[in-house]
């Protein structure tokens, strides 16, 4: 059975950093993309940033420039670096990964990023 545990949300002040980390417990390989996506209160879940297994990165608007997402293939485990944290940035982070293209999508329990100004 795969677990997605994430770590590392948390209370920042704007301007500050933090550092995501998402690893697939019980999986064999990773071998589809893995990514984070953000629900603030009251919105739609959206994504933040996806990366392939051969470490093409996408990301949405909002973060370009701020954010940068890596993965350890071996260790199964997606990164998310947080730079210049603004308070809309605000949400529960969530962890995404596919065990191979096509595959079914697996879901972290989310970690809460609270940005105050």
């Known amino acids: 059975q795969v677990h997605l545990v994430e770590s590392g949300g948390g209370l920042v002040q704007a301007g500050g950093s933090l550092r995501l980390s998402c690893v697939a417990s019980?999986?064999?390989?990773?071998?589809?993309?893995m990514g984070w996506y953000s629900q603030a209160p009251g919105k739609q879940r959206e994504l933040v940033a996806t990366?392939?297994?051969?470490?093409?990165?996408n990301y949405a608007d909002s973060v370009k420039g701020r954010f940068s997402i890596s993965r350890d293939n071996a260790k199964k485990t997606v990164y998310l670096q947080a730079n210049n944290l603004k308070p809309e940035d605000t949400a529960v982070y969530y962890c995404?990964?596919?065990?191979?293209?096509?595959?079914?999508?697996?879901w972290g329990k989310g970690t809460l990023v609270t940005v105050s100004s």
């Open positions: 990366i392939t297994p051969t470490g093409t990165a």
């Open positions: 019980g999986a064999s390989f990773v071998f589809g993309p």
């Open positions: 995404n990964v596919r065990l191979f293209v096509g595959s079914a999508d697996y």
